[in-house]
């Protein structure tokens, strides 16, 4: 099956730094997704990507799509504490199929 | 709409039990799917459904099954429970059509232990 590279796998963050996690494939996407799930709650979509090199932005967040199809970066400015928790990147299983996978997510916690 | 309902949130089982996880939605989706977590491991598909009757395997479907029948209600059932299925289960259901099927909406989780 296909390979969903996703890093880093966790990492420690000031408040107000800028964060950026990314995901790698070996094979070409026709979707890019980014989830976040909060400590005991399902995952939530934050951003969807369709075509190579759109760049997207929510709030804090942006994500770009990569011009090959087969890598997506996920940045947030100026992390708050509510940033707390797992962000998944995902791709689409073909269009009209209603299936995802998934990547081991990025794991954001407060630097003590 | 209360969205993907899930039930039970927690439970225990010992080996070889059977038991069914509930999984409700009032958005009327069409598309329904089944994951489990694992720490470190990220989702994992088990099994999906892209209507009412018709259900299809996912990358992990053994020892799992499920039933579609109505657009509602996507019950995931363990046949026998094994501790390799210790993990938390995720429902979630997405509406029909290009673009609108990306957006997933998952349900709160049930914790499952198999002692």
């Known amino acids: 099956g296909q390979q969903l590279n996703q890093s880093p796998q966790s990492m420690f963050i000031q408040e107000g730094e800028d964060v950026s996690m990314n995901c790698t494939s070996s094979?070409?996407?026709?979707?890019w997704l980014w989830y976040k799930q909060d400590p005991g709650e399902g995952p939530v979509l934050l951003i969807a990507?369709?075509?190579?090199?759109e760049l997207t932005s929510n709030g804090r967040l942006t994500a770009q799509f990569g011009i090959t199809r087969k890598d997506s970066f996920l940045n947030i400015s100026a992390y708050i504490p509510s940033d707390v928790g797992i962000y998944f990147c995902?791709?689409?299983?073909?269009?009209?199929?209603?299936?995802?996978?998934f990547g081991y997510g990025t794991t954001l916690t407060v630097k003590p | 709409n209360a969205g993907v309902t899930q039930t039970p949130k927690f439970q225990v089982l010992k080996t070889g039990q059977s038991m069914t996880l509930q999984c409700a939605q009032d958005?009327?989706?069409?598309?329904m799917s089944w994951y489990r977590q694992d720490p470190g491991m990220g989702l994992r598909l088990i099994h999906y459904?892209?209507?009412?009757?018709?259900?299809d395997q996912g990358e992990v479907p053994n020892g799992y099954n499920v039933s579609r029948s109505t657009t509602e209600d996507f019950p995931l059932r363990l046949l026998s429970a094994a501790p390799s299925q210790t993990s938390v289960y995720f429902c979630?259901?997405?509406?029909?059509?290009?673009?609108?099927?990306?957006?997933?909406?998952f349900g709160p989780g049930t914790r499952l232990t198999v002692l």
């Open positions: 990507l369709y075509k190579a090199g």
């Open positions: 459904s892209v209507g009412a009757g018709i259900t």
């Open positions: 958005m009327n989706h069409e598309y």
């Open positions: 979630a259901s997405s509406p029909q059509g290009y673009g609108s099927t990306d957006t997933q909406y």
């Open positions: 094979s070409i996407f026709n979707t």
């Open positions: 995902a791709w689409q299983l073909g269009t009209n199929s209603g299936k995802s996978t």
